[in-house]
């Protein structure tokens, strides 16, 4: 005997959740599979973001950088430690108790909202009088249907080839997030986010690390004038950093692995590490879905194919999150999985991909949202920038952080906003004013004319969209 739902979820990760929260809030009966699992076996929903993800990074960059802080930042404010050690073990005891927290807090919503969680894998079986069977395999099996299927099973961590994952000595983001010792030597292939995040922790916590990057510009994906920034900080700080490299023959040994690569001299480099952290993208979680059973289709790259409204090529299924297009983000996940509750439901949800903000959590944190300068350049857009360092900005002197800057690029003719770019202390929360003046299509004038709290961080922003008609008040 199937059990019956309005809407079946496969996958409890950001999408995957909020999709079914959305879901029941909306009066739909919404069931929701996720195979995560904790140490023990139970259930651990919340995906990779809430496991080995978000979540577990930020605790660990929190932590390592107060200890940081305790050993090198207190001492101008008057603060002497003595005696100051790492206790790692308790550092990763509390980044798992901080999961868990996330873990159990995910489980209540999924109660308080009345919807049934199977802990196991699902795929699909067969589409038959309107409705998808659903098997549900894990301690138990059930067989599941329903009208309408969310897809949202997320990503996993790519392999180089010949490099496979052992979370030993070749680490994925699961095994740089649970090192039990500090190694002496780091090796970091890809200077993308997890590169850079995972990078910074080990870095902080007394590890050499050497990032290895494929391209010949650092984090391209940035504005150039806050990418170059960031690159002399991050360098200053002691992350060795090369880019343009070839990456080679990898070869784990009993204790170490050894890489060969070729710089971007073409010189044949050596390089023996500790641990080798690969961080050089993500690809789609489609396996095991048993998509061809109702011929649900991918796209050439290997993610589930979608429309801009996150439907398949089959109708009522539907996907979104990191195994369809668009940025890897987990609050990008959240909005299509609301949207696709909201689109079942007959109402318009809708994903502004142009208002998706970009967090980097390293210290200075990197944040953005809209158009770089050089995207705009290639567009052939006429455009006018402002900028404000924070070495300006009294709240950051006495916070002792007045690295980085806040910069606006703003219509030459219209005003309105194209695009923020900031570099610089808690800009992963001062990001949030540029995404609701972008969605309210503002204008660089709209942010200079607003009062700001002083002294905050927050006048920066104002002081970079005065720049703009180069009228900053205290720069
Ligand atoms: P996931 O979170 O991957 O969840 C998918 C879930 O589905 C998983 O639990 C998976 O096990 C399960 N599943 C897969 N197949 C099946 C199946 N057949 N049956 C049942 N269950 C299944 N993003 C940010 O926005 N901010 C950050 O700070 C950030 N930091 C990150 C740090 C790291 C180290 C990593 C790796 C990622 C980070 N991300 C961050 C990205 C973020 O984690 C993802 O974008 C987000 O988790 C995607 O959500 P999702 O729901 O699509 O997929
Ligand atoms: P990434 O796409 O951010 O970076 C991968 C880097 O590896 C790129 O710079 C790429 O050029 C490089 N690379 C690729 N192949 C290579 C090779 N063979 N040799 C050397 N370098 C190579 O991917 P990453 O860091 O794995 O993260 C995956 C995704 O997870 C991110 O794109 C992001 O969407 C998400 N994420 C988000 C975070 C956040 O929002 N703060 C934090 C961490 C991850």
Redesign the pocket.
Known sequence: MSKNFDVIVIGGGPGGYIAAIRAAQLGFSTACIDDWKNANGGPAPGGTCTNV??IP?KALLQSSENYEHAGHAFAEHGIDVKGLSLNLGQMLARKDSVVKQNNDGILFLLKKNKIAFFHGRGSFVKAEGGAYEIKMAGAAEETLSAKHVIVATG?S??E?PGAVFDEKLILS?AGALAIGSVPKKIGV?????????MGSVWRRLGAEVTV????PTF??AVDEQIAKEAHKLFTKQGLAISLG???GTITPGKKDVTVEYVNDKGAAQKAVFDKLIV????LPNTNGLNADAVGLKLDERGFIAVDGDCRTNLPNVWAVG?VVRG????HKAEEEGVAVAERIAGQHGHVNFNTIP????TSPEIAWVGKTEQQLKAEGVAYKAGTFPFMANGRARALGDTSGMVKFLADVKSDEILGVHMIGPMVSELISEAVVAMEFRASSEDIARICHAHPSLSEATKEAALAVEKRSLNF
Request: glycine fraction near 16%.
């Open positions: 993800g978000c990074s990503s961590a790519r180089l983001n292939i890809g200077a993308g986010v997890i590169g850079l995040e290895l990057e494929a391209l984090l391209g490299v070839k990456i961080s050089i993208g993500r990191d940025p890897m983000l987990a970009w967090v980097i959590y």
